[in-house]
């Protein structure tokens, strides 16, 4: 096996392992190691193109609490010289890393950074990246080859300690020097420029002209420090953000400088070169995301992107010439192994079709289940991700989508069920070893996501039904899938002996603005007491479920509650049905009308027949308006009809009623009356098998 260098060279094993059913997330994904009695090669030569983007790789960022939890647990054992515990994102960690992005063909990392000092907290990191062949960068606004967190330490001992170069020039110039005289014999990348300290736009007063001293500067201690021209050593220059703006008022950087062009957090590019511009000597390059944390809300729990966005947006930077480097936000990397496998591949070679990119998914997953059940496995890691990317979970509330236009919220909610049924479904049928592989692929975010949105739907139906059955239920299914989310997170974090502790513990419910909760927070529910329950005209129709009383009288026949008996909630009855109720016997419903005139009094009452001979009479009366009873099956003796079609029988009288509130006394002269729904029609009734919804 040979490589035109060492990278090389290592690519060439890794192709050989994968080809042989070694998967490049055999590690972070406990992907098994395919087993087989005999390997051919059909070629005697194999040879692979070289990459078509000079430096591939990604971003470790947003660490806090999920990765860096789980390193603690796994690596913060190490103590440093002073007998001190070592940040867990130390060699161990990043030798698991550097081997992922080495089996993936890339040979870029921007290491993690919120807590950590990637050549600081351990000289064995940098030692390992050379040894292993691993470019090493800061991100883009980490300049000179010095974390932020060597900052946030250490400020004191750099001038008056203010992240300031017109207040601090001579602090922070040697701040910077010291980054460049650490690491500038190793296979570095060095970010240039300034912004506001922890990743802020620069203040008011600093502006372009500062920029451009601070860069010329700062490439002038590169020369000093390395003893040789500034063009001699890689560099970027990140126009992320605001800097953007000021590359687009003029400024510039020398032109052996790579130019990184960012998206906009989302995936979206937000700068291409121009095609007359695209041949600098310098470059460019791509700084895009699959995680963010900023606004309008951070995007850091599970997988959010779709591969034919990435294909779209990427393969465009390409063709208008950003090939020198690309690195991509991954966050906590578990959640992301299916684009950042992606990614890696296409920055191998952009020039895949679209046909290529169509038929990505599949064959990826054949490599990650062994083959198992590929075509279903497929389809709902491609469908989940197109659901996901149409909105993120963490921007989920109760109002995100129309209870009432289209049937929206219901038809999205009815795709995530049918998903997770399947995904449910699959999990029984795929092999005992493939089963972990699966969980983390597909079935937790499927799952995981489908249960977000039934508890944000039953949120929506919490606050927007006046009917107190329909609301205390879906307050108890909040509460339940609010439960379930807990049970479902840490399912996964014990998945392979507890292997993935801490990887899915990313904060997600209980957002109030941009910013991550720091625990969940069970969205806001409400609860109604019959007794205070008023039904309200909606679309022309009070809608009032028979449960749903306000008050009942008390006796010898009490009229009863039988659960779920009926075509939608609850039935009830007066018990006991050998003693003959009159209207002493009664229940009472509140409810608030907006029209006036003429309407339908439509009772909805269970399939009993005329077993006494009879017939079987309810009554009502609405206020002090007059006694109103029906004789509903008098003549009725169990003809095949629409009574035993329906399982129900519909009875009608019309009333009129002022605009208002008004009490609705029920009650009724026989046993075995079966009460399930009542509802008033203003104008025209349209008939349907179960009545009006009640909301």
Same mark, same amino acid.
């Given at each position: 096996?040979?490589?035109?260098?060492?990278?090389?060279? +290592?690519?060439? &094993?890794?192709?050989?392992?994968?080809?042989?059913?070694?998967?490049?997330?055999?590690?972070?994904?406990?992907?098994?190691?395919?087993?087989?009695?005999?390997?051919?090669?059909?070629?005697?030569?194999?040879?692979? $193109?070289?990459?078509?983007?000079?430096?591939?790789?990604?971003?470790?960022?947003?660490?806090?609490?999920?990765?860096?939890?789980?390193?603690?647990?796994?690596?913060?054992?190490?103590?440093?010289?002073?007998?001190?515990?070592?940040?867990?994102?130390?060699?161990?960690?990043?030798?698991? @890393?550097?081997?992922?992005?080495?089996? @993936?063909?890339?040979?870029?990392?921007?290491?993690?950074?919120?807590?950590?000092?990637?050549?600081?907290?351990?000289?064995?990191?940098?030692?390992?990246?050379?040894?292993?062949?691993?470019?090493?960068?800061?991100?883009?606004?980490?300049?000179?080859?010095?974390?932020?967190?060597?900052? &946030?330490?250490?400020?004191?001992?750099?001038?008056?300690?203010?992240?300031?170069?017109?207040?601090?020039?001579?602090?922070?110039?040697?701040?910077?020097?010291?980054?460049?005289?650490?690491?500038?014999?190793?296979?570095?990348?060095?970010?240039?420029?300034?912004?506001?300290?922890?990743?802020?736009?620069?203040? !008011?007063?600093?502006?372009?002209?500062?920029?451009?001293?601070?860069?010329?500067?700062?490439?002038? +201690?590169?020369?000093?420090?390395?003893?040789?021209?500034?063009?001699?050593?890689?560099?970027?220059?990140?126009?992320?953000?605001?800097?953007? $703006?000021?590359? $687009?008022?003029?400024?510039?950087? *020398? $032109?052996?400088?790579?130019?990184?062009?960012?998206?906009?957090?989302?995936?979206?590019?937000?700068?291409?070169?121009?095609?007359?511009?695209?041949?600098?000597?310098?470059?460019?390059?791509?700084?895009?995301?699959?995680?963010?944390?900023?606004?309008? =809300?951070?995007?850091?729990?599970?997988?959010?992107?779709? +591969?034919?966005?990435?294909?779209?947006?990427?393969?465009?930077?390409?063709?208008?010439?950003? =090939?020198?480097?690309?690195?991509?936000?991954?966050?906590?990397?578990?959640?992301?192994?299916?684009?950042?496998?992606?990614?890696?591949?296409?920055?191998?070679?952009?020039?895949?079709?679209?046909?290529?990119?169509?038929?990505?998914?599949?064959?990826?997953?054949?490599?990650?289940?062994?083959?198992?059940?590929?075509?279903?496995?497929?389809? @709902?890691?491609?469908?989940?991700?197109?659901?996901?990317?149409?909105?993120?979970?963490?921007?989920?509330?109760?109002?995100?989508?129309?209870? !009432? +236009?289209?049937?929206?919220?219901?038809?999205?909610?009815?795709?995530?069920?049918?998903?997770?049924?399947?995904?449910?479904?699959?999990?029984?049928?795929? *092999?005992?070893?493939?089963?972990?592989?699966?969980?983390?692929?597909?079935?937790? *975010?499927?799952?995981?996501?489908?249960?977000?949105?039934?508890?944000?739907?039953?949120?929506?139906?919490?606050?927007?039904?006046?009917?107190?059955?329909?609301?205390?239920?879906?307050?108890?299914?909040?509460?339940?899938?609010?439960?379930?989310?807990?049970?479902?997170?840490?399912?996964?974090?014990?998945?392979?002996?507890?292997?993935?502790?801490?990887?899915?513990?990313?904060?997600? &419910?209980?957002?109030?603005?941009?910013?991550?909760?720091?625990?969940?927070?069970?969205?806001?529910?409400? =609860?109604?007491?019959?007794?205070?329950?008023?039904?309200?005209?909606?679309?022309?129709?009070?809608?009032?479920?028979?449960?749903?009383?306000?008050?009942?009288?008390?006796?010898?026949?009490?009229?009863?509650?039988?659960?779920?008996?009926?075509?939608?909630?609850?039935?009830?009855?007066?018990?006991?049905?050998?003693?003959?109720?009159?209207?002493?016997?009664?229940?009472?419903?509140?409810? !608030?009308?907006?029209?006036?005139?003429?309407?339908?009094?439509?009772?909805?009452?269970?399939?009993?027949?005329?077993?006494?001979?009879?017939?079987?009479?309810?009554?009502?009366? &609405?206020?002090?308006?007059?006694?109103?009873?029906?004789?509903?099956?008098?003549?009725? #003796?169990?003809?095949?009809?629409?009574?035993?079609?329906?399982?129900?029988?519909?009875?009608?009288?019309?009333? #009129?009623?002022?605009?208002?509130?008004?009490?609705?006394?029920?009650?009724?002269?026989?046993?075995?009356?079966?009460?399930?729904?009542?509802?008033?029609?203003?104008?025209?009734?349209?008939?349907? @098998?179960?009545?009006?919804?009640?909301?």
């Amino acid at each position: 096996m040979i490589g035109n260098d060492r990278r090389g060279t +290592i690519y060439a &094993i890794y192709e050989f392992l994968s080809q042989i059913g070694v998967s490049p997330w055999h590690y972070w994904m406990d992907v098994p190691i395919k087993k087989q009695a005999e390997l051919y090669l059909n070629e005697p030569f194999f040879l692979i $193109d070289a990459p078509k983007v000079e430096m591939r790789g990604f971003f470790i960022n947003d660490e806090w609490p999920a990765a860096g939890n789980w390193a603690t647990k796994h690596f913060g054992h190490l103590m440093n010289e002073k007998g001190e515990k070592m940040n867990s994102f130390n060699h161990l960690y990043y030798e698991k @890393l550097f081997d992922l992005l080495l089996r @993936l063909k890339g040979n870029f990392i921007w290491p993690a950074m919120w807590d950590s000092a990637f050549y600081a907290d351990d000289p064995e990191n940098s030692k390992l990246a050379q040894k292993m062949g691993v470019i090493i960068g800061t991100s883009h606004h980490e300049p000179m080859g010095r974390n932020h967190q060597e900052w &946030i330490r250490n400020h004191g001992q750099y001038g008056n300690g203010d992240w300031d170069y017109e207040s601090n020039q001579e602090g922070l110039e040697k701040y910077f020097r010291q980054g460049i005289e650490r690491s500038y014999q190793t296979e570095d990348i060095f970010t240039l420029g300034m912004r506001g300290n922890g990743d802020e736009a620069m203040g !008011e007063g600093e502006n372009i002209s500062l920029l451009e001293q601070i860069i010329n500067k700062q490439r002038k +201690i590169i020369s000093e420090v390395t003893g040789r021209s500034a063009k001699e050593t890689p560099q970027i220059w990140a126009l992320y953000k605001e800097v953007q $703006d000021y590359y $687009d008022k003029g400024m510039r950087v *020398p $032109d052996d400088v790579i130019l990184l062009l960012c998206d906009d957090n989302w995936g979206n590019l937000r700068k291409l070169p121009s095609l007359e511009n695209r041949d600098r000597k310098g470059g460019f390059g791509i700084y895009y995301h699959y995680d963010y944390v900023g606004g309008p =809300r951070n995007s850091k729990w599970i997988n959010v992107s779709q +591969i034919q966005r990435t294909w779209e947006q990427i393969t465009l930077a390409y063709n208008y010439g950003v =090939r020198k480097l690309w690195v991509v936000n991954v966050g906590d990397l578990k959640g992301q192994e299916y684009p950042l496998s992606y990614f890696m591949d296409l920055a191998w070679n952009p020039e895949q079709s679209l046909e290529e990119m169509e038929g990505y998914t599949k064959n990826w997953v054949e490599k990650q289940l062994g083959g198992n059940y590929i075509n279903d496995a497929s389809k @709902l890691l491609a469908a989940y991700s197109k659901l996901n990317m149409t909105i993120s979970p963490e921007l989920l509330d109760k109002d995100t989508f129309s209870l !009432e +236009i289209d049937y929206e919220f219901e038809r999205i909610l009815a795709n995530y069920r049918d998903l997770s049924n399947q995904a449910g479904q699959l999990f029984v049928l795929m *092999p005992e070893e493939y089963r972990q592989v699966y969980e983390q692929l597909i079935y937790f *975010p499927l799952v995981a996501t489908a249960n977000l949105y039934e508890m944000y739907y039953a949120q929506a139906i919490n606050w927007k039904s006046n009917d107190t059955k329909i609301v205390n239920q879906a307050a108890d299914k909040v509460e339940w899938c609010f439960k379930r989310d807990a049970e479902l997170t840490s399912h996964y974090n014990y998945l392979n002996n507890g292997k993935w502790e801490h990887m899915m513990s990313q904060t997600h &419910i209980g957002y109030h603005d941009w910013q991550e909760p720091e625990y969940q927070i069970m969205p806001e529910i409400r =609860r109604l007491k019959s007794e205070e329950y008023l039904s309200k005209e909606i679309d022309q129709s009070v809608v009032i479920e028979a449960a749903d009383f306000n008050e009942k009288s008390q006796g010898e026949v009490v009229w009863t509650e039988i659960a779920d008996m009926g075509k939608t909630f609850s039935a009830i009855t007066p018990l006991p049905n050998n003693i003959i109720p009159s209207k002493q016997n009664f229940v009472c419903y509140d409810f !608030e009308t907006s029209s006036s005139g003429e309407f339908q009094v439509e009772v909805f009452l269970s399939p009993s027949l005329n077993w006494n001979n009879s017939g079987l009479i309810y009554g009502y009366q &609405i206020d002090d308006g007059a006694e109103v009873e029906i004789n509903f099956n008098g003549k009725y #003796k169990g003809e095949l009809g629409n009574w035993q079609a329906d399982r129900i029988i519909r009875s009608l009288s019309v009333a #009129k009623l002022e605009q208002g509130k008004h009490r609705l006394l029920f009650y009724a002269k026989s046993p075995d009356v079966i009460l399930q729904k009542i509802v008033l029609h203003f104008g025209r009734n349209k008939r349907n @098998l179960f009545g009006k919804k009640s909301f």
